[in-house]
């Protein structure tokens, strides 16, 4: 029996190098001291997240993205490659993405963006558009510089997948991904209450999942709704990349042909093996 191929990913987005701060508790907006129970620094960024989980999960991961020509960005490139990501970056003359989390033992994070790479228009050389035209799906994150490889993806007859976070609905900047995406992935943070979410979920005329953090995740697909329950994690070690996991968990069984069920349930195990590791991805 031949073996089964492995599925190929094309990924678009952001990467950086984050430092992360672990504190007892969030700080409070006064003036203060506290003391970090620990920190290091790692790789971050949603396509980052995204290619390392697929990666661990067995896909061939090509990833597209945006770097600076300084030592973060070869860190960044680094991990990427040794965890057997195919990577073409575009190198910019300004810094490498970077990022300070501010992380508590509950999950709570807040991000400062410290560096942001700066480029007048996107290079989309022929290698990224052949490795988009051969993949099964093409993940398209939220970033500039990768926005005009939606069309691309939609030109080339791949299936656009777009995790589009804490969106609420409204906010303009990611309204060309939605309208692109086959397939649509967010979180709640961004509306205010559950019933509010559903209904969004069910105007849309395409498979839509959203990610409850402890509550696990729902989707709604053809207008019925299924929901799948969070996987117990006994000590979660890193929130950084959950939701990134759970993206990919769902894609590659998606990929392997699973119903929704089976997909959610994929999708959950990964989220939570990323939560019980110290990385972006259990592999790290």
Known sequence: MA???????????????NRLVVLDRLPEARPHTAFAAGHRTTVGGTSAGKALNLASLGADVTLRTVIGDDEAGRSVLDVLERAGVEVIAEVVDTATEQHLNLMDPHGGRVSIY??????????HD????????????????LADHARPL?????????????????????????????????????????????????????????????????????????????????????EIVDTNGAGDAFVSGFLVAHLAGTGIAAAMAAGARQAALCLGSAGLAPEM
């Open 126 to 141: 022929e290698r990224a558009l052949a490795a988009l035209a051969s993949a099964d799906a093409a993940v398209i994150d």
């Open 150 to 234: 939606l069309a691309a993806a939609r030109a080339a007859g791949v299936p656009v997948w777009c995790d589009l976070h804490d969106y609420d609905g409204a906010a303009e900047f990611h309204r060309d991904f939605l309208d692109a995406a086959d397939h649509v992935f967010l979180n709640d943070d961004g509306f205010a209450d559950r019933d509010a979410l559903l209904v969004f979920l069910k105007s849309l005329d395409k498979p839509a999942v959203a990610t409850l953090g402890a509550d696990g995740a729902l989707a709604v697909v053809g207008g019925a709704i299924h929901r799948v329950p969070a996987v117990p994690v006994e």
């Open 114 to 123: 410290l560096e942001l790479p700066r480029l007048r228009e996107p290079k």
């Open 3 to 17: 073996a089964m191929r492995r599925p190929r990913v094309f990924v678009a987005g952001p990467v950086s190098w």
